[in-house]
Structure formats: structure tokens, C-alpha cells
């Protein structure tokens, strides 16, 4: 099936971790030019823009929770390739151990908020902006299954996510409509989001070599596995498509198995 997104510039943020570095390889293989931005790890994106080979691409550094440094990437972009076609908003971080909002510091949460959902406010704004001047564009926000169901010891993360999961993605679903107008040889500007679950990443690595701990997982699927960073890839690609998903925006995609939650009380600690 044909996405027509040969040709098109396609940004990443996040790109060094294994979600973006399997986004970037998949609109790579369907002709897209790609920008692969990283935080600190240029390492990982300069491996990654190997694995492209003859791709047209561009690797961006840049803390996108600062106003200047996200303005500068995006002029850096924009000089290089003249447009952007589709924004991936996936950078973002979190604290890797459980601590309960009782015991969390202000100084955790404000960065959770920062590397998230700042990033993610300043990335928009200025795709937004050249949205505006090109009258085309869309977007797809990578958010986690903790927006929908909570993730205790993760608050921050969780309430993050949350927002842009719903008030953002379903806020800028009407704005960016208006500056990318619907015509006869158009779909109109979009904005989704994918929340995935868990997903075999380095992050969650430790974590699942746990058998108990992917048993207690999984058993809140109606699909008893664990998502490859591929699965997330694939929804990432169809919803950047015009040509497939052009009638679908402001919408909030869990790709989780069927998730429907998770156990809270295992068997031994409920009466």
C-alpha cells in the first residue's frame, strides 16, 4: 500500500533512542527525507543515519525544552530542506526509579514537565508556525500507556504524557485545521498521538528480564506480548500518511495488546 511519503521531510525527535531509531528507519524505507534530532546521544543517532545509507538526512542537537535552542534546530531544518512535511514529537525522559508523589521532589517534577511536555510545547510551536507560511503539515505526539491508566511512582511522567495525550492533541487537532485548510486537492492539517505500553526498549530492559514481572504485564492484554519498537513504528508511519489516514486527526491510538489496565493487587495481597 502506497503512503506517498517519498520526498516528504519528516523530523524526530528523540531519535536516539530505539522507538525514534525505528520511526526514522521506517519512513527512511518508504522514500522520506529524515531529520533525526538527539539530546545528548549522538552517538546512537550518528549509528542510525549509517543504517539509513543513502537516505537524505540530517542529524540536530538540541535541548528542545530551551526556547533558543528549539528555534535555532528548527531555522536549522528549515535552511537545509526548505519545509517540514511531519513532526514526530517523541523526546522525552523519565525518572527510571519508582518514587511516590509523597517522596517525589519539585525539582524531579519540573523536569519530567521540561524534557515532555516543554519540548513538546516548543517543538509545536515553531512546526506550527511553518505549517502557517506552507498551509500543510502534521503531526503525531508519541505519548505512553501511563496517560491512559497512571503509572504509580511515575506521576510526573504519567500526568506529562496525560496532557499531551488528550488537552494537547485534541487542542491542536482544531488549531492547526485552520492554518492548514481543507481544499478538493487536500486532507486538511493533522495532529494524533500513539501512547504505547510496554515496549522491549533498553529502558525497560532490566525491568522485563523479570518473568514475573512480564507475566503481571501481559496479563492485562488481550495480545500477551511485548511490543517490539517496530509495532509503534508502523502506527507512526500510517498516521503520517495523507493518503491513508488523511481523514483522521485529533485522535489518541493505544498500542498495547488490548490493554485494559494493570493488576493493582496481586493475588497474595488482596483479601
Known amino acids: 500500500m502506497e ?38 546521544n549522538r552517538a546512537n543517532v550518528e549509528a542510525l543515519e549509517r543504517k539509513l545509507g543513502s537516505v537524505d538526512s540530517i542529524i540536530v542537537g538540541a535541548d528542545l525544552a530551551k526556547e533558543a535552542e528549539a528555534r535555532r ?24 526509579r519508582d518514587i511516590p508523589l509523597h517522596k517525589m521532589s519539585l525539582r524531579q517534577w519540573q523536569r519530567t514537565f521540561d524534557n515532555v511536555l516543554t519540548s513538546a510545547f516548543l517543538s509545536l510551536r515553531e512546526f506550527l508556525q511553518i505549517v502557517d507560511r506552507q498551509k500543510r503539515g502534521n503531526a503525531v505526539l508519541i505519548a505512553s500507556t501511563a496517560a ?29 485545521a485552520r492554518l492548514a485548510r481543507t481544499t478538493r486537492a487536500y486532507c486538511g492539517g493533522r495532529v494524533n498521538c500513539i501512547c504505547p505500553g510496554w515496549t522491549i526498549v533498553p529502558r525497560t530492559a532490566e525491568r522485563l528480564k523479570n518473568a514475573t514481572v512480564v507475566r503481571r504485564v501481559t496479563a492485562t492484554m488481550a495480545l500477551p506480548k511485548l511490543a517490539q519498537p517496530d509495532d509503534i513504528a508502523g502506527a507512526t508511519v500510517f498516521l503520517s500518511s495523507d493518503t491513508l489516514a488523511g481523514h483522521i486527526t ?16 496481586p493475588a497474595r495481597e488482596a483479601d
Open 250 to 265: 485529533g485522535q489518541t491510538f493505544i498500542i498495547a495488546g488490548g490493554m485494559e489496565g494493570r493488576l493493582l493487587w
Open 148 to 176: 491512559a491508566f497512571g503509572e504509580a511512582g511515575h506521576a510526573d511522567y504519567a500526568a506529562a504524557k496525560s496532557a499531551m495525550a488528550f488537552g494537547l492533541t485534541r487542542s491542536l487537532k482544531n488549531e492547526i
Open 73 to 96: 534546530t528548527f531555522g536549522h531544518v528549515l535552511k537545509r530542506f526548505g519545509r517540514i512535511d511531519t513532526l514526530i514529537v517523541n523526546a522525552g525522559s523519565w525518572e527510571s
Open 3 to 40: 503512503t506517498d511519503l517519498s520526498g516528504k521531510v519528516v523530523m524526530i525527535t528523540g531519535a536516539s533512542g530505539a522507538i525514534g531509531s525505528a520511526i526514522a528507519l521506517r519512513f527512511a524505507q518508504e522514500g522520506a527525507k529524515v531529520v533525526l534530532h538527539y539530546r545528548s
